[in-house]
């Protein structure tokens, strides 16, 4: 997502330590702390401005939710929403998915949602999808047994692609929408990038996966 | 599909037992003595009026070919063409699906493809789907080791579906193409329905997968 330079962005997300988490290692094993409850903790890859995270947590308030982004300019947009909303169960973390593992204990995390991840189209990048096998690796070490990821895009290359990387990693599909939108699908949130491109006519395809009991 | 009862059906299929098979289990293992030459064997389940089969057959000299499809006035449409063409690594057969490890040795099969399979859409008749498990179940058993399973259809629910059922099987998705007449595939042949229905600008869905092995 290209974004407009925000000088004030860094200070913004220093003052802000109750909802955006700047030094993550700390909380590693820890996040039902800075919860309200204990209660299963969900979390979405590449959060961006945040509207999908923030109403998933309005909608589910017996879930827990952090979003993980890195970019400094995208994060502070859903940072401003959490301060508006004053959520008891959304908590961001401003880093790279890539690192989880040094920010999230083994189980730790009960699913994980990917929503328009960035399609990287070209072969030589592969490895930077967030559905490429390094990062199932990741996914796998975090979530408990079972543990589920919700994907959804609007590039088919990219859902194509997806669908054989999870399947030759082991996972299983649950599901598959070719058509969310046109589907039976209920209690669908739209991330910012959905509402644009589906208004457009664009199809959504959606997958849920999990993890089989080998650990 | 429907079509026309033809009362010269069983008559013209019973004079042409070089193509085609009536008496299939005497045939069982012994396939590979019904062709010229000994070399994989690939076979439809689903084999309508013949054409793909039969342009497999000529474009593949080195696969052995075997169409599989129950219907009497379907499948004689697919002899005439054999007939016409009397190409030496294609066979039909003429039985039910289901029954086809009746009909083949474990590991006999080195490749299936389903194309276009009734979808029955509704959920009470999901067994009758030949991406339903217990299907599933007979393809694993004359299929040899890491043996494929190639699936194209039109029909989006039956694509969600089948994908699915495939990876909860244990099947894994070696690729998958959401809009097979739009991609870079290169060797599609298409079938009657396929050529009828893509023209009308409906998207083909296609899937590899294989069963891994587990034997």
Chains 1, 2 share one sequence.
Not at 121 to 138: A, D, G, N, Q, V
Request: with cysteine; hydrophobic share 35%; proline share 5%.
């Amino acid at each position: 997502m290209r974004v407009r330079n925000k000088p004030w962005a860094p200070e913004k997300i220093a003052a802000y330590p109750q909802y955006i988490v700047s030094n993550p290692d700390e909380w590693k094993g820890k996040w039902t702390d800075r919860f309200k409850r204990k209660q299963p903790l969900h979390i979405e890859i590449g959060t961006g401005k945040g509207q999908f995270i923030t109403e998933m947590a309005k909608a589910h308030p017996d879930i827990n939710y952090v979003g993980v982004e890195l970019q400094t300019n995208v994060i502070v947009l859903a940072l401003e929403k959490l301060i508006e909303e004053d959520l008891p169960n959304l908590q961001l973390l401003h880093v790279n998915g890539e690192e989880l593992t040094a920010f999230f204990l083994p189980n730790e995390v009960d699913q994980i949602y990917l929503n328009f991840s960035d399609p990287w189209p070209k072969t030589r990048h592969e490895k930077r999808r967030l559905t490429y096998r390094s990062f199932l690796e990741t996914y796998q070490t975090i979530l408990r047994e079972n543990g589920e990821i919700h994907f959804k895009t609007d590039n088919q290359k990219l859902f194509e692609y997806s669908l054989g990387s999870f399947s030759q990693y082991g996972l299983i599909l649950k599901q598959v929408w070719l058509d969310l939108h046109q589907s039976e699908f209920v209690g669908n949130i739209m991330t910012e990038y959905e509402e644009k491109f589906s208004s457009r006519g664009q199809r959504i395809y959606r997958v849920e996966a999990y993890f089989p009991c080998t650990k």
